[in-house]
């Protein structure tokens, strides 16, 4: 019977929570002479929600995590529980959820997290100042909008929660976590100072997305958001509003996501001799993402 172990870096005995499962991992050794399977490996399992979360906890996890995405395709604003969701949170020790009212954590969550009392569940959006949800077509709620990892100093608040989290769970790795964790707030930093200094002389200040997913990036760089679904709801009427609308703000680049329909965008785009570019609030690859988002919106606003 070959033995199959999770990582290769051992990690150093710790913290009281995993004492269950530790113990079980015994009884499974003297019954079958082998440790098998992910829940008694090396590492600690982490469930985040979406993708930008996983890289994240990655970063300040480094060898001592494994991330599982919950939400890693499809809309999170409505998703089904799956067996193999169930599955990554049942084996998980760590939970990261967003925190901002995604409907996903609204309607979810709390199914998910029954099946594992003893997972520790890091809300990501503790000490993030929520915004109201496309303030000026949402005649509903007072919802907040959930789209809050799309600013980089809030990006840098999740982080630091993540360690947090990380840290009570294994506290012995402690001074790891946080190394992990200055390195990546640094880069962070750098990204957010790349956005100021590149905005810094730009007079046009006003974009065009189709789905609402960079609220608190345009109100941390001082831009204004104009987006075609009203509410984060698809738009219901025509689209005559919206492009007189871009003509008077002077768009000439719809933002759109890989998951929304690109249709809508590429209307108003024909009717403003504009163009469709991509924007992914949802891309594992946080910092490159929004480098790449950054350079694309220096040429809308040119
Ligand atoms: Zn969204």
């Not at 998703?79 to 409907?103: C, D, F, N």
């Not at 009203?230 to 025509?238: A, F, H, L, R």
Request: proline share 5%; hydrophobic share 40%; charged share 25%.
């Amino acid at each position: 019977m070959v033995c199959v172990r999770g990582g290769s870096q051992a990690r150093q005995p710790r913290r009281v929570v995993g004492l269950v499962s530790v113990g079980l991992a015994l009884a499974l050794v003297v019954v079958t002479g082998c440790v098998t399977g992910t829940s008694v490996g090396d590492r600690i399992g982490v469930a985040v929600t979406i993708p930008p979360l996983q890289e994240f906890v990655q970063r300040v996890g480094g060898d001592l995590v494994d991330v599982t995405v919950i939400v890693s395709q499809g809309d999170p604003h409505e998703s089904r529980l799956t067996s193999g969701q169930v599955k990554a949170v049942a084996e998980a020790e760590m939970y990261a959820k967003v925190g901002s009212g995604i409907e996903f954590e609204l309607l979810q969550l709390d199914d998910l997290l029954e099946t594992n009392k003893d997972i520790v569940l890091v809300d990501c959006s503790e000490g993030v100042e929520l915004i109201p949800m496309d303030g000026e077509h949402n005649g509903e709620s007072g919802s907040p909008d959930p789209h809050i990892w799309m600013s980089p100093p809030n990006a840098a608040i999740m982080v630091r929660n993540i360690c947090d989290g990380l840290v009570r769970l294994d506290p012995e790795n402690r001074d790891y976590y946080l190394a992990n964790r200055d390195t990546y707030i640094q880069e962070l930093e750098d990204l957010d100072g790349r956005i100021r200094q590149s905005l810094a002389g730009v007079s046009k200040r006003t974009f065009m997305v189709y789905h609402p997913s960079l609220g608190y990036f345009a109100a941390e760089y001082g831009l204004t958001m104009l987006s075609v679904e009203e509410g984060g709801k698809e738009p219901t009427g025509d689209l005559t509003r919206t492009i007189e609308q871009a003509k008077e703000n002077d768009i000439t680049v719809v933002f759109t996501s890989p998951l929304s329909d690109p249709r809508p965008a590429e209307v108003i785009a024909s009717a403003i001799r504009g163009e469709v570019r991509y924007i992914d609030p949802l891309a594992a690859d946080y910092i490159s993402n929004m480098r790449a988002f950054l350079d694309t919106l220096l040429e809308a606003l040119e």
